[in-house]
């Protein structure tokens, strides 16, 4: 730290009690002066040769007769005072970080300037500040900070001004030109920064990081550290991903939880200014900040009761990048007046916010691109982006579907926003529904058939495939189509030991969206039995039937005059199409179902869901469908 001092005598100033002080002379005191609640016994000769307000005030006095003076509002109170009386008197002061402001705001107060005495107190001051203090950085710093309890007088002078240039100046300088010492503890290593302290076995000189600067000014107030950020944003040097780097670190050093997810403790007040403060300072670039930090602050915000504004400017941010998110960040508890254990809407709205933000820059795309006369980039990168999302979704809905007061409709609402979004497997929401049938084993079969009419059985992996199709808690329809799918795969890879189309016809009569022609009445119970639950005896028989029925390839495969696209999906349609009447008509409960869609047509289609979970037999409930079937078989 650096330091200056002034005056040559000893100290003379001496106590007596709290609140008095006097100067240790052979010489009476010929002048009282009254500081707050502390009596100063001066000499007029050596105050009013430095100090132009003290000459008046003397005069006055003398006038009036008295050898008192009143001083209440000296910036800095009587230590100050006491600062200027001893440069007065010659005596040693000693002047740095710490005090320095207070001495140079009292001195302005006293109007100890050029016009009283050359080289007056003033003066010397400002001189140690530029050449000292606002050249070092933690000096400028500590300065700043004395600033905050001398305002206005600080705010006056441009000391505040002068440390906020300061310190922006040098946090903006390249790190091979620090040469000042910094706190860091971060646990950053320098290869982090794009440095190696070792190369070959052989250790070179440790480099500055890029965030040398984070972590000294986490010391500052909120107020403070607002204006700091700020003035680095100005000299336009210090780039998006650093700044959100220093927010991040200010937030997680002065809100008491905030690494854990949520604020504990602390002056509420403060935690709210400090929360809506570090919204307002996020760096406008995408990516500046990682969207787990900005669902922290949306947690604190919820918690802290921010302001509407802040809590929109924040989900708008993470839509932006929501695809960085991970399910454990979403996980927002719902305040304690909800019976949920989750925040479902908030998500929702995330998600929303997202979408929005994908069409936006989509249709900025298109209209750049229509001057360019250039096909659209970005799609690609588009839809990957999408398809994590969904991912993200499809996890989270598995996740708050254990919750037991979950409504069917938010699950069916926030699952039904990303069922547009591209994506190749649907194991993720197949495991979601599982997991909700299985905390909800009461729901009833609409509820069950609306809720599986998110997933498509296409898209389901053959692990997913073999749990679905021993899975009790999903409709019986939706084991027939997985059943199905999964023969349809089988006799086209080998046909052509790849994947071929799947054929749309045969599978209408199997989709959860019903029968919607003229002979509604007459297919009643059929529809009963295909959205009713399977036993575990109807289950067994389904896959006896489909091992029976397992096919080495296809009658009539291929063709030497057909091409080899056309041979591939007319083979597995007619092959598919052949297992699965046979699988249908081999029972009775089948032939039932098969001929009441067939007397309604195939004016019915619709997209299924299923998701991986754990299987709980005994959790499958006896229903009137399921004794229907057992009758008939």
Same mark, same amino acid.
């Given at each position: ?38 009596? /100063?016994? +001066? ?125 922006? $100046? ?21 290869? @982090? ?14 480099? %500055? ?31 998006? @991903? ?15 939880? /905030? ?29 500046? %900040?990682?969207?787990? /930090? ?53 998500? @929702? ?110 898209? +389901? ?26 023969? %349809?795969?089988?006799?086209?890879? $080998?046909?052509?030991?790849?994947? $071929?189309?799947?054929? $749309? ?62 041979? %591939? ?62 009758? +008939?078989?």
């Amino acid at each position: 730290m650096k330091f200056m001092k002034l005056g040559s005598k000893p100290d003379a100033f001496q106590s007596e009690g709290d609140n008095i002080r006097y100067v240790a002379t052979e010489l009476s005191t010929d002048i009282v002066v009254n500081v707050a609640d502390v009596k /100063f016994y +001066l000499h007029k000769f050596p105050l009013l040769s430095k100090s132009a307000h003290l000459q008046k005030l003397v005069a006055i006095a003398n006038e009036e007769g008295k050898d008192e003076i009143y001083i209440q509002d000296i910036p800095g109170g009587p230590v100050s005072f006491e600062i200027c009386a001893k440069y007065c008197y010659g005596m040693t002061v000693t002047l740095n970080a710490y005090n320095v402001v207070a001495a140079r705001c009292a001195a302005e107060f006293l109007e100890m300037n050029e016009m009283v005495d050359k080289g007056n107190l003033i003066y010397k001051i400002d001189v140690f500040l530029n050449s000292s203090i606002f050249r070092g950085w933690k000096d400028s710093i500590i300065v700043l900070q004395t600033t905050k309890s001398l305002l206005p007088w600080s705010e006056e002078l441009k000391l505040v001004s002068h440390c906020l240039d300061a310190i922006a $100046s040098k946090a903006s300088i390249e790190t091979s030109k620090v040469e000042w010492s910094y706190t860091y503890n971060r646990k950053k290593l320098s290869s @982090e920064n794009g440095q190696d302290s070792h190369w070959n076995g052989v250790r070179k000189q440790q480099t %500055v990081p890029k965030d040398w600067w984070v972590e000294d000014l986490c010391d500052l107030d909120i107020d403070l550290y607002k204006r700091v950020i700020a003035t680095i944003k100005t000299k336009g040097k210090v780039s998006g @991903e650093l700044i959100g780097e220093a927010l991040k670190s200010y937030a997680l050093s002065r809100l008491p939880g /905030f690494s854990k997810g949520s604020v504990q403790g602390g002056d509420v007040m403060k935690n709210h200014l400090l929360v809506e403060t570090v919204v307002w300072l996020l760096p406008a670039e995408k990516g500046s %900040v990682s969207c787990s /930090f900005l669902l922290r602050l949306l947690r604190a915000a919820i918690t802290l009761e921010c302001g509407e504004m802040v809590k929109k400017e924040l989900m708008r941010r993470i839509g932006w990048q929501l695809d960085e998110a991970s399910v454990a960040d979403l996980l927002i508890r719902a305040s304690p007046r909800e019976s949920m254990m989750y925040d479902v809407d908030i998500v @929702e709205d995330l998600v929303k916010e997202f979408i929005i933000q994908e069409q936006s820059s989509q249709t900025d795309l298109c209209v750049e691109n229509e001057f360019r006369e250039i096909r659209k980039p970005g799609s690609v990168v588009s839809d990957a982006s999408k398809g994590v999302v969904a991912k993200l979704v499809d996890c989270y809905l598995a996740e708050v579907s254990r919750d037991p007061n979950l409504p069917l409709s938010k699950f069916v609402s926030l699952a039904e926003l990303v069922s547009g979004f591209c994506r190749h497997s649907h194991d993720g929401i197949y495991r979601a529904i599982d997991m909700y049938l299985k905390e909800h084993p009461g729901i009833t079969k609409s509820e069950r058939k609306r809720i599986c009419r998110l997933m498509d059985c296409r898209k +389901l992996s053959v692990e997913a495939c073999s749990h679905a199709v021993q899975n009790e808690r999903l409709p019986l329809r939706v084991v027939v189509q997985v059943l199905f799918f999964e023969q %349809v795969r089988a006799t086209a890879a $080998s046909a052509t030991d790849g994947t $071929s189309d799947l054929p $749309s016809g045969p599978i209408r009569a199997l989709h959860p969206g019903g029968s919607h022609g003229s002979s509604r009445s007459a297919t009643t119970n059929t529809e009963d039995e295909w959205d009713g639950v399977p036993t575990s005896e109807e289950l067994r028989a389904l896959k006896g039937e489909l091992a029976a029925l397992r096919l080495g390839g296809g009658e009539g495969t291929s063709s030497s005059n057909r091409s080899v696209n056309e041979g %591939v999906r007319s083979d597995a349609e007619k092959v598919a199409s052949t297992k699965v009447k046979g699988l249908l008509m081999s029972k009775k409960i089948f032939s039932k179902l098969w001929l009441g869609k067939e007397r309604d047509g195939d004016n019915s289609s619709s997209d299924t869901s299923g998701s991986p979970a754990s299987s709980n037999a005994e959790e499958t409930r006896s229903t009137p469908s399921r004794s229907r079937r057992r009758s +008939l078989s």
